[in-house]
Every structure is written in C-alpha cells, then in structure tokens.
C-alpha cells in the first residue's frame, strides 16, 4: 500500500443546470433503441425482464443523473475508500469527491477528487496515491448500475444454464463485449436473475482492466458480487449493499470485497465544472492492471 498524501482540496460549488432541449425525445428514443436490441436475443429478452422489474428502460433513460456514496473495501488490495460520486448518464461522464482513503480496518477521512471527463481520468492533488483514476472513475457507478446499463449497445447476451445462488435456482445471463468496446473489452457479467421476481441478485463478473482474458490454461477468476438491501429511488431499484467472493474455475474460494451505497438521487444536477482538471491534478494514462 502506497503512503497516503491527502492534502485538502477546496470543492466547486455546484451550479444547477437544465435539463437539456429535447431530453424526454431523446430518452424515448434510447429507451426505444435499447429495447430493440434486448429483443433481438433470448439473453437480451432476460435482461429486459429484469430491467423492467428493477423499474423499466424509459425511467432509466428519463434520468439525468445518478449520484450517491460509493464505499468500497477490498482485503486482498487492502484498500478501503468512500467517495461521494455525479454521473451524467447520457455521457457518463463522471466526478467524485473522496470523503474517506485507508485500510480496510481504518478507512480515514481524506480530502480529493478525481473524474472521468470523456476524454481523460485525472485525480487532485497529483500527490494522492491508492486510487487509479482510470480504473475508479466508472466502477463504482457501473456496479451500480446494473442491470440497466447492461443494454448499451456494443453488448452481447448468452443464456446459459441455470444456477443457484443460496440454494434457489435462477435464471443465468453472460454479457460480454465486442471488441473495442470501453477500456475492458474482455470483461464479462454473468448475471443472477431472480425466476420469480427478475430482480439482480447477484453477478459473476471479471476484471480485465491492463490486461486480457486469461491464456490458454491460466485458471477463470471471477468474482461473486451479491447484491442486497434494494432500495427505489425516482422509480429506479438499485441495490446498496454489496458483497464478493473470489471464484477460481467455479468454485468459490473466500471473501474478497463489499460496498454500500447511499444517499441515491437520479435526479440531481450535474455541474460540468466539476470535470476540469485543478492546476495540481495529474492525468491517468492507460493502465497499470487493477488488482
């Protein structure tokens, strides 16, 4: 673990935007366009069951915004840190506050910020270390937003056999990506669908972020994500607790990671100031794997 250097950082004030001209058309359009390509495939047809048990396309599309807490704890990384996070879900460009950075067993109020602004992910100050930029800025909201961002386009939607998680068969589909896509073209999710309710209860996903998908003989790890404690906010169901487990060629092999998230809003206004880089930020290269 790298010495922590957390220097203070004066925050933006936020400024409180319209909604852009053409909002609810564009919504309906992608709304529409989505639900094409989920039909188009059995996998896909799942998926749409489900993102409309968790609330439906046309709330997801009809909100500008995700913002909320992210805090996540990994012990293999031994790392632990809160951010407070605004997404605008049509760019998905995004910007965070760092609230809190240590140890799983001591996570300390710590003071930054670090974004992703379509272009670059930067972090404030240039000191602050623990944290890839590149890697963080997206995750947390990705997790987050599953399974509703799961029907972008460029993605692909297998049914495999039935599953069970906690003893209760479910429904199973693998989203993977075609080639090109984002900075993890080789990741995949392998969703848990619930057979009575269609909700998320948990994932299998993988992490190829600075690399690839493993060589011919290297062992599939994956992760176990359960997610629980699902809450509805501005008609969107999302999840806010989060727990993981490493699983090595299917068979699950100990704790690795959780998170929770709080302080939900889809519908909060997102400030495009917040994504200027501060004189005393650094840009984040691609990449050094993530563990």
């Given at each position: 673990?790298?010495?922590?250097?957390?220097?203070?950082?004066?925050?933006?004030?936020?400024?409180?935007?319209?909604?852009?001209?053409?909002?609810?058309?564009?919504?309906?359009?992608?709304?529409?366009?989505?639900?094409?390509r989920?039909?188009?495939?059995?996998?896909?047809?799942l998926?749409?069951?489900?993102?409309?048990?968790?609330?439906?396309?046309?709330?997801?599309?009809?909100?500008?915004?995700?913002s909320?807490?992210?805090?996540?704890?990994?012990?293999?990384?031994?790392?632990?840190?809160?951010?407070?996070?605004?997404?605008?879900?049509?760019?998905?460009?995004?910007?965070h506050?760092?609230?809190?950075?240590?140890?799983?067993?001591?996570?300390?109020?710590?003071?930054?910020?670090?974004?992703?602004?379509?272009?670059?992910?930067?972090?404030?100050?240039?000191?602050?270390?623990?944290?890839?930029?590149?890697?963080?800025?997206t995750?947390g909201?990705?997790?987050?937003?599953?399974?509703?961002?799961?029907?972008?386009?460029?993605?692909?939607?297998?049914?495999?056999?039935?599953?069970?998680?906690?003893?209760?068969?479910?429904?199973?589909?693998?989203?993977?990506?075609?080639?090109?896509v984002?900075?993890?073209?080789?990741?995949?999710?392998?969703?848990?669908?619930?057979?009575?309710?269609?909700?998320?209860?948990?994932?299998r996903?993988?992490?190829?972020?600075?690399?690839?998908?493993?060589?011919?003989?290297?062992?599939?790890r994956?992760t176990?994500?359960?997610?629980?404690n699902?809450?509805?906010?501005?008609?969107?169901?999302?999840?806010?607790?989060?727990?993981?487990?490493?699983?090595v060629?299917?068979?699950?092999?100990?704790?690795?990671?959780?998170?929770?998230?709080?302080?939900?809003?889809?519908?909060?206004?997102?400030?495009?100031?917040?994504?200027?880089?501060?004189?005393?930020?650094?840009?984040?290269p691609?990449?050094?794997?993530?563990?």
């Amino acid at each position: 673990m790298h010495k922590l250097m957390l220097i203070a950082v004066l925050a933006l004030a936020s400024c409180e935007l319209p909604p852009p001209p053409g909002a609810t058309d564009r919504a309906r359009s992608m709304a529409d366009d989505a639900k094409s390509r989920l039909e188009a495939s059995e996998g896909g047809q799942l998926l749409l069951r489900s993102i409309d048990a968790h609330g439906g396309l046309d709330a997801w599309y009809g909100a500008p915004t995700s913002s909320y807490t992210w805090d996540y704890s990994n012990v293999g990384s031994n790392i632990r840190f809160k951010t407070r996070l605004v997404a605008d879900n049509y760019s998905r460009r995004i910007y965070h506050d760092l609230l809190e950075l240590g140890t799983p067993e001591n996570p300390m109020p710590a003071s930054g910020r670090f974004a992703w602004d379509g272009e670059d992910a930067w972090i404030s100050p240039d000191s602050l270390q623990g944290i890839n930029p590149r890697f963080w800025a997206t995750t947390g909201y990705y997790f987050e937003s599953i399974p509703f961002i799961l029907a972008d386009p460029g993605l692909h939607y297998t049914v495999l056999p039935d599953d069970t998680l906690n003893g209760m068969p479910h429904d199973m589909v693998r989203v993977s990506y075609e080639n090109g896509v984002g900075d993890s073209p080789g990741d995949t999710y392998t969703l848990f669908l619930n057979k009575e309710t269609a909700m998320v209860d948990g994932i299998r996903y993988t992490v190829t972020f600075g690399g690839g998908p493993p060589a011919a003989g290297e062992p599939l790890r994956e992760t176990l994500f359960y997610y629980k404690n699902y809450t509805t906010v501005d008609g969107l169901t999302v999840a806010t607790r989060f727990r993981g487990f490493n699983v090595v060629d299917g068979v699950l092999s100990g704790f690795k990671n959780e998170a929770w998230a709080g302080d939900i809003s889809f519908s909060n206004p997102f400030d495009e100031r917040r994504l200027a880089m501060p004189e005393d930020g650094r840009v984040q290269p691609m990449p050094n794997a993530q563990p």
